[in-house]
């Protein structure tokens, strides 16, 4: 697994900590805005403020599956997706992933992960 610096408070992290934190960047960043990377990102944030019904559910596992199969998003080497799945807070919903890491073949659950 790779190391990384985390975002708030700048110190050394990894393990299941950086995947996350690389997810959760990659979920916030929207297709084709980054000038040198067109095909880094999600279209995930093209789904904030719509009403959650049954096809936007099956849009956003979709979308969450399409992010992780891309390999320009650099995951397809490391981890293989399982399940996806929604959770619901207070005005706000969040996705959980679960994930088997293709280096020693662990199975991992990963919530809270926002757009």
Not at 6 to 15: H, Y
Not at 21 to 30: A, G, S
Request: proline share 3%.
């Amino acid at each position: 697994m790779a190391t990384g610096l985390d975002e708030r408070t700048g110190l050394l992290i990894d393990g299941v900590a950086e995947l996350k934190q690389r997810l959760q960047r990659c979920m916030r960043t929207r297709k084709s805005t980054l000038p040198l990377s067109r095909g880094y990102g999600s279209n995930l944030p093209h789904r904030i403020d719509r009403k959650i019904n049954p096809e936007l559910e099956m849009d956003l596992y979709a979308d969450v599956a399409d992010m992780i199969a891309d390999p320009l998003n650099g995951f397809t080497d490391e981890i293989k997706l399982n399940r996806v799945w929604l959770e619901r807070g207070d005005n706000r919903v969040f996705v959980g992933v679960e994930v088997t890491l293709r280096f020693d073949g662990s199975v991992e659950k990963i919530s809270g992960l926002s757009v």
